[in-house]
């Protein structure tokens, strides 16, 4: 595409992102719906970063493909083959088998010349019921008309409250639901806590008590999980100790090993799917062959997931000397921490890595999204976020920032909707 003339684009959806520069959130609207769903003012005091307040587009092409390369990845780990591959290298407690699906996964995707690629995929993935309300107040672009998002806020409600119903069911069958503790270390400290008192109060509209909680007020007795005197069905869990490994995580470790409470996600669905050397697997068209994947789901694959690869002392002169082109992340990690872009690390940063759990993927730029801030016209880079249960993306939204990786720090950034734009 040629920057200097942005009507030089391959559909709509570009056109829009690049050269639009509508501003389609109603802020005071968004501010009075989070405010009646009880939103105390003292945790609304950063909307400003959470929320972008223009739009963004995709073509329906891409949204096809986006689909396409969600239900590909879902199929090849459900391949036996793969599941032996990823749980053989797990700890022990995600291998013990999971009856449940796993609320939330978080595809990631930066929107390439070459279609949508796979850049991370995640089992905890905060800003669903964020970007849920922030759909409800927008009005329409006056260069867009007929985009539509995927679903639109009280059909996502709806599914929200059904996909919990349908954790709870695959572990407990035709029990009643009546207790969901959000989990999280230091709950009302975190920068998406304003997220979790959206979910509380969905859920209870619902008739679930919900409860916020830290796993140190948790306490397992008689083979049930409490809160105080609450006995709790099911956590949803939003910490980032993937295995339940930490201290103050036992009890919460010790309920979900004892089939105490049904715990979404669980250490089982971060090996499957979000453990970053998983990437590997998934980007190697002769490693999927090997693991039964079809022609067409390795076709799919091998486009739209960066080539990925362990970082070990065997090839570390060689990725060193790529490292320009590569990303390094840890293959734990979450949320961006300790990952970096190969142009910007320091011999000491690359020691560091070397003696880490990392891997190495191949660079691919973020799209950009045009946009007024202080009434001057600038550009953010971009990247989509698919929220995925069992194979069927429920929300996309976008995140708008500056810098190495995708942050709330930037002026006129944060989560923006997704448009799909002919």
């Known amino acids: 595409m040629n920057r200097d003339n942005p009507c030089d684009c391959s559909s709509a959806a570009e056109l ?108 905890n993935a905060g800003g669903a019921f964020l970007n849920a309300a922030l759909l409800s107040a927008q009005t329409a672009c006056c260069n867009a008309a007929g985009a539509l998002p995927v679903l639109l806020q009280p059909q996502l409600d709806a599914e929200f409250v059904a996909m919990f119903k349908q954790e709870w069911q695959l572990a407990r069958g035709a029990q009643p639901l009546r207790c969901i503790a959000i989990v999280d270390e230091n709950p009302s400290a975190q920068f998406l806590y304003p997220e979790f008192l959206l979910a509380q109060s969905l859920f209870e509209r619902a008739g ?3 409860l916020i909680v830290d796993p140190r007020e948790l306490q397992l007795q008689n083979g049930q999980l409490f ?41 089982h669905h971060h090996a499957l799917y979000a453990d970053k050397r998983n990437l590997v697997l998934l980007s190697d068209g002769n490693t999927l062959s090997d693991l039964g994947a ?9 486009a739209g997931i960066p080539h990925t690869q362990l970082v070990s002392a065997d090839n570390a002169s060689e990725l060193w000397n790529a490292r320009k082109q590569l990303f390094f992340k840890p293959a734990s990690g979450y949320g961006s921490k300790a990952a970096y872009r190969g142009d910007k690390i320091t011999k000491r940063v690359w020691d560091e890595i070397l003696q880490g759990d990392y891997v190495a993927q191949q660079q691919v730029a973020p799209s950009e999204r045009g946009i007024m801030v202080d009434e001057q016209k600038t550009s953010l880079k971009m990247d989509i976020r698919a929220y995925v249960y069992a194979g069927k993306i429920q929300l996309l939204a976008a995140r708008l920032y500056q810098g190495q990786t995708t942050n709330f720090r930037t002026q006129g950034g944060g989560f923006a909707p997704v448009f799909v734009a002919g």
């Open 16 to 123: 829009l992102n690049r050269a639009c520069f509508c501003k389609t959130l109603q802020r005071e609207q968004l501010l009075a719906s989070l405010q009646a769903q009880a939103l105390p003012a003292e945790v609304l005091q950063h909307e400003a970063q959470l929320f972008s307040h223009t739009a963004t587009f995709i073509s329906p092409a891409q949204w096809q493909q986006l689909q396409n390369l969600v239900q590909a990845v879902m199929r090849v780990t459900a391949q036996p083959a793969y599941r032996q591959r990823v749980l053989n290298n797990a700890p022990a407690i995600a291998q013990r088998p999971s009856p449940t699906a796993g609320v939330f996964m978080g595809f990631d995707f930066h929107m390439s010349d070459a279609g949508p690629q796979i850049i991370e995929i995640n089992t």
């Open 208 to 210: 679930i008590k919900t």
């Open 227 to 267: 809160f105080q005197e609450q006995i709790i069905d099911l956590v949803y869990n939003r910490l980032t100790d993937f295995s339940l490994a930490q201290a103050h995580n036992q009890i919460l470790r010790a309920a979900y090993e004892q089939d105490a409470v049904v715990l979404t996600p669980n250490p």
């Open 294 to 302: 079809t022609l067409e789901d390795i076709t799919t694959l091998v």
